[in-house]
């Protein structure tokens, strides 16, 4: 499945807290984080990692962008409160 079609199957209460973050003093601009997301919600900048400001409506919550960063410069947690990615199956 694409990302277009996996789109489709979501529904997403947008958080209204920050559940993604990256230290940009810790970041060392591996550029992992851009290559991996599949939403392109990441880019480096000065070589540092940048998030787009609008990426509470757009990440999947995959965490494949907390995963590859070597260096622990990513926090991600799943937003709470039941917000968030719902994925319609069926
Ligand atoms: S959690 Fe997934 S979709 Fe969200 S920014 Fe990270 S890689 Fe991209
Ligand atoms: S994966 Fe981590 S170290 Fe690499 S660019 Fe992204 S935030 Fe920086």
Redesign the pocket.
Known sequence: MNTRDFTRLVYKDVPDVDF?SADRGTCEGCGNCVI????F??KLEGKKALLAED?EEK????????QVCECGAIS?DFPGGGKGIVVKYG
């Open positions: 993604l991996i997301c599949p939403m919600l990441w990426y990440c999947l919550e995959c965490g494949a962008c907390w991600f």
